[in-house]
């Protein structure tokens, strides 16, 4: 009764303050959560299929992190990286330098994705003196308003604040089931034709600042641009002198089973923009580029109070010195195939399932468009009653994704696949 009554105390302050412009995918009220479980105040557990979408990779409340962040609060909780420079900032910027791609090796902190993109968008704009920006349909960037602009994975997502960014310029992703007539070994060629198309009759290439693009779509589908894509865009990038953006918010750190999203292509962008998982829940984003780049952008163009906050930064080299001792994204490669795999041969099957696929740990299970509006909903909230956490995605929610800790125990993991198999059979057989 009594934990009862706390459940409805917080759910009646929350509802009545918290604002309704969030969508709230449950009611449940959270109380702690560890590796890939969570607890609610009426004392339910469940699995957690979501990490916090994508941002614990390495489980909730990591014990190597906790001791970090507690270790670094009782030293230094903030300053301001424009008031001088502290160990953690700078350790971690090294490290994001060692291991990214290409020559990438001067950060910007920020404090989330979105606020990264925008800062990647003025790094582009100042360092080329180019106004345009090409973004792809299906793509998501985040919640600013320059995020906002280059977003095109939902109209609801745009609808109020129109006229945004000028000179924002959409193409479609090589995502064949999003592309209406085509088929799918064209999807690629018809995708660069059309960027092609576009400097043709739209904006000359000279007048492009960046292209930017998910290497793996996220929000709109789980679905990955082929690396002959993501190399074409380098190659075309280079002849005009455009930068090219890779959003690795939701594929950084392991997700895809190598560190970036881009080795799966073997291209090193101009610009990574990374968050989420970089920190494994404490807020901060990252732009990261080259030194030359980064000396580009006017000092005073762009700033932040708490961006690279020393906390972030230390809960950050703690979750990147546990995917790097654990071999996580080795292990990312390797149990993402065998989930698939599972997954293929469990329900890949059923009626209404176009795909199972994964890059990595990025897995996503898609339905057509009809049976995605019938079932999903249905497989989300039986889930949820089983104890599970799923979410899905896409622009008609036609893909249940998974985004399981990068480290989650076996199993866990086998007991909620089995619950996942279970409903989502039991939905499409209509039981
Ligand atoms: C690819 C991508 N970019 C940017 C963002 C925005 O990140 P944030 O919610 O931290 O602002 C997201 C969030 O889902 C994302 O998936």
């Not at 950060?107 to 090409?134: C, Y």
């Not at 799918?184 to 960027?195: D, P, V």
């Not at 956490?389 to 249940?400: D, E, F, K, R, Y």
Request: hydrophobic share 40%; proline share 4%; glycine share 10%.
């Amino acid at each position: 009764m009594k934990l009862q009554n706390k459940t409805e105390e917080i759910q009646e302050k929350a509802k009545k303050h918290l604002s309704p412009v969030m969508t709230r995918v449950t009611e449940l009220v959270i109380e702690k959560a560890h590796g890939a479980k969570f607890w609610t105040t009426d004392g339910k557990e469940y699995i957690d299929f979501v990490s916090g979408v994508a941002v614990n990779a390495v489980g909730h409340t990591n014990e190597k992190m906790v001791e970090a962040i507690k270790k670094q609060a009782e030293a230094l909780i903030h300053l301001g990286l424009n008031y001088g420079y502290y160990e953690t900032a700078a350790n971690l910027a090294e490290k994001l330098a060692h291991i990214t791609p290409g020559n990438l090796d001067t950060v910007f902190f920020s404090n989330s994705g979105a606020e990264a993109i925008d800062g990647a968008l003025k790094l582009a704009k100042a360092a080329t003196g180019r106004p345009a920006i090409i973004a792809f349909e299906g793509s998501f960037h985040g919640r600013t308003l320059g995020a906002t602009a280059i977003t095109a994975s939902s109209s609801k997502y745009r609808r109020y604040y129109e006229p945004i960014l000028g000179e924002v310029y959409h193409v479609p992703y090589p995502y064949p089931s999003q592309l209406k007539n085509i088929r799918e070994r064209e999807a690629e060629e018809y995708c660069l034709n059309q960027l092609q198309k576009l400097f043709d009759l739209r904006v000359d290439p000279s007048r492009v600042a960046a292209i930017i693009i998910e290497p793996v779509m996220g929000e709109g589908g789980y679905y990955p641009a082929p690396p002959s894509f993501l190399q074409a865009l380098r190659k075309i990038t280079e002849e005009h002198g455009i930068l090219l953006i890779f959003d690795e918010v939701q594929t950084g750190f392991g997700r895809t089973g190598k560190m970036f999203a881009a080795e799966h292509a073997n291209v090193a962008p101009d610009i990574l923009v990374l968050a989420k998982a970089l920190s494994g829940g404490m807020p901060l984003g990252a732009i990261v580029a080259s030194r030359e780049l980064h000396e580009k952008w006017p000092t005073a163009g762009h700033g932040s109070t708490f961006g690279g906050n020393p906390v972030s930064c230390a809960a950050a080299l703690a979750n990147i010195a546990v995917i790097e001792e654990e071999k996580l994204v080795e292990r990312s490669a390797k149990l993402g195939a065998k989930i698939v795999g599972r997954l293929h041969n469990s329900v890949g099957h059923l009626p209404g399932i176009v795909e199972v696929r994964g890059v990595g740990m990025m897995i996503g299970i898609e339905f057509d468009s009809q049976s995605a509006a019938l079932f999903v909903p249905k497989i989300k909230s039986k889930a949820l009653e089983n104890g599970l956490l799923i979410m899905n995605c896409g622009v008609s929610g036609q893909t249940i994704r998974l985004m399981l800790p990068l480290n989650i125990q076996e199993d866990v993991l086998d007991i909620g696949l089995t619950i996942l198999e279970d409903v989502i059979t039991e939905t499409i057989s209509g039981n």
